[in-house]
């Protein structure tokens, strides 16, 4: 199982950012993907993450609005689109997987998920 983030880069506030999560040695559409930062000095954050059964999402309430998290199984991918970004999303983005136990299973819990990304960092600076 394998994840690889990338799309990260220093932009200023109000910019966009895509950033994309590639899935090897696993088939995509049996895991829940999410979406994680962690900036320094702070504990990892649960930005956003897609449920594998119905694309269901859940986001973190500091990037609701702003972000949106979608998968396309054909490429093995999710992508996490960040719109007007702010200074205090400055942080290393990780993506990361698990099998769900049940239907509705889709947690912003870091803790819950076993399989991690190596990180990309975001860096928004005027």
């Known amino acids: 199982v394998q994840l690889q983030a990338s799309g990260g880069g220093s932009v200023q506030p109000g910019d966009s950012l895509r950033l994309s999560c590639e899935i090897s040695g696993f088939t995509l559409q049996r895991y829940v993907i999410g979406w994680f930062r962690q900036a320094p000095g702070k504990e990892r954050e649960g930005v956003a993450c897609i449920s594998n059964y119905d694309d269901s999402t859940v986001y973190g309430n500091s990037v609701k609005g702003r972000f949106t998290i979608s998968r396309d199984n054909a490429k093995a991918t999710v992508y996490l689109q960040m719109n007007n970004l702010k200074p205090e999303d400055t942080a290393v983005h990780y993506c990361?997987?698990?099998?769900?136990?049940?239907?509705?299973?889709?947690?912003?819990?870091?803790?819950?998920?076993?399989?991690w990304g190596q990180g990309t960092l975001v860096t928004v600076s005027s």
């Open positions: 990361a997987a698990d099998q769900p136990p049940a239907y509705g299973w889709y947690p912003l819990d870091s803790a819950e998920y076993d399989y």
